[in-house]
C-alpha cells in the first residue's frame, strides 16, 4: 500500500508537499529564476522577432533571401541549440536563455510575416487621401492591423517556452524548476515532481488569465464582435 501512494500520491499529500516546498524549501527560489528566464527570453523573442517580421513582410528581398533559413529555424530541434549553446557558452543563464530565444524566434517572425501579409491596402491608399502623418498612418492604421498577429504569437510562444525552459533546466542548470523536478526524479519522488508541476501550472494560469487575456480583450476591443 505504501508503494501505490508513492506512486500515485493524493491531492492532499501533493499540496502539503506544494505547502513545505514553498514555506521552508526552495519552492519559490526556483519558480523565480524560472520565470526570470523564461520573461527574458520571451521578451526578446518578442521584440526581435517582431521587427524581423515586419521586415518579412514589407521587404521581398529580405523573405526571398531568409525564408529557407527561416524555414530551417522553424524545425531545428530545440534540444540541438540547447547542447551546442551548452558548450560553446558552458552551463549559464546566459546560455539559456540564448537558447529559448533562438528557438522562438522563427515562430513569431513567421506569424507577424503572415500578419503584414495580410495588411489590407485599401487602408494605405485611406491614409494617402486623408494625408495622414508617417505616425498617425502607424497609430491608426498600422499597429490595430498587426496587434491581433503580435498577440497570437505571444500566447502561441509562450506557450512554448515554459515547455523549453524547464527542458533546458533539467539538461543544465543551477536552479529552476526544472532543475529541481530533475533532482527529485533521482530519488523517485513523484510527490515533489507533481508539487513542482502544480505549482508551475497555478504560477503559468495566473499568467494567462490575470495578465494575458486582459491584455488582450482591451488591445482588441476595438474589433467588431461577431454574432
Given at each position: 500500500?505504501?508503494?501505490?501512494?508513492?506512486?500515485?500520491?493524493?491531492?492532499?499529500?501533493?499540496?502539503?508537499?506544494?505547502?513545505?516546498?514553498a514555506t521552508?524549501?526552495?519552492?519559490?527560489?526556483?519558480?523565480?529564476?524560472?520565470?526570470?528566464?523564461?520573461?527574458?527570453?520571451?521578451?526578446?523573442?518578442?521584440?526581435?522577432?517582431?521587427?524581423?517580421?515586419?521586415?518579412?513582410?514589407?521587404?521581398?528581398?529580405?523573405?526571398?533571401?531568409?525564408?529557407?533559413?527561416?524555414?530551417?529555424?522553424?524545425?531545428?530541434?530545440?534540444?540541438?541549440?540547447?547542447?551546442?549553446?551548452?558548450?560553446?557558452?558552458?552551463?549559464?543563464?546566459?546560455?539559456l536563455i540564448?537558447?529559448?530565444?533562438?528557438?522562438?524566434?522563427?515562430?513569431?517572425?513567421?506569424?507577424?510575416?503572415?500578419?503584414?501579409?495580410?495588411?489590407?491596402?485599401?487602408?494605405?491608399?485611406?491614409?494617402?487621401?486623408?494625408?495622414?502623418?508617417a505616425w498617425?498612418?502607424?497609430?491608426?492604421?498600422?499597429?490595430?492591423?498587426?496587434?491581433?498577429?503580435?498577440?497570437?504569437?505571444?500566447?502561441?510562444?509562450?506557450?512554448?517556452?515554459?515547455?523549453?525552459?524547464?527542458?533546458?533546466?533539467?539538461?543544465?542548470?543551477?536552479?529552476?524548476?526544472?532543475?529541481?523536478?530533475?533532482?527529485?526524479?533521482?530519488?523517485?519522488?513523484?510527490?515533489?515532481?507533481?508539487?513542482?508541476?502544480?505549482?508551475?501550472?497555478?504560477?503559468?494560469?495566473?499568467?494567462?488569465?490575470?495578465?494575458?487575456?486582459?491584455?488582450?480583450?482591451?488591445?482588441?476591443?476595438?474589433?467588431?464582435?461577431?454574432?
Amino acid at each position: 500500500m505504501l508503494f501505490v501512494h508513492r506512486l500515485f500520491p493524493g491531492p492532499l499529500a501533493v499540496a502539503a508537499e506544494m505547502w513545505d516546498a514553498a514555506t521552508t524549501g526552495p519552492l519559490l527560489v526556483d519558480l523565480g529564476r524560472t520565470l526570470l528566464r523564461a520573461s527574458t527570453a520571451f521578451a526578446a523573442a518578442m521584440v526581435l522577432g517582431t521587427a524581423l517580421g515586419i521586415a518579412f513582410g514589407r521587404l521581398r528581398w529580405v523573405d526571398q533571401l531568409f525564408s529557407g533559413w527561416l524555414l530551417v529555424g522553424l524545425n531545428l530541434p530545440a534540444i540541438v541549440v540547447a547542447i551546442v549553446l551548452y558548450i560553446w557558452l558552458g552551463l549559464t543563464d546566459l546560455a539559456l536563455i540564448l537558447a529559448v530565444t533562438i528557438n522562438k524566434l522563427p515562430l513569431v517572425i513567421s506569424i507577424t510575416r503572415e500578419g503584414v501579409r495580410s495588411f489590407a491596402h485599401d487602408f494605405d491608399e485611406l491614409a494617402l487621401v486623408f494625408r495622414l502623418s508617417a505616425w498617425r498612418r502607424l497609430r491608426l492604421i498600422f499597429v490595430p492591423q498587426l496587434l491581433p498577429f503580435v498577440l497570437a504569437a505571444a500566447r502561441t510562444g509562450l506557450s512554448l517556452i515554459w515547455k523549453i525552459v524547464l527542458v533546458f533546466e533539467v539538461l543544465g542548470s543551477d536552479g529552476g524548476v526544472g532543475y529541481r523536478i530533475a533532482v527529485q526524479f533521482q530519488f523517485f519522488d513523484i510527490t515533489g515532481i507533481l508539487a513542482y508541476t502544480a505549482s508551475f501550472i497555478l504560477v503559468v494560469l495566473a499568467f494567462e488569465y490575470g495578465l494575458l487575456r486582459p491584455v488582450e480583450r482591451r488591445a482588441l476591443q476595438w474589433r467588431p464582435v461577431q454574432a
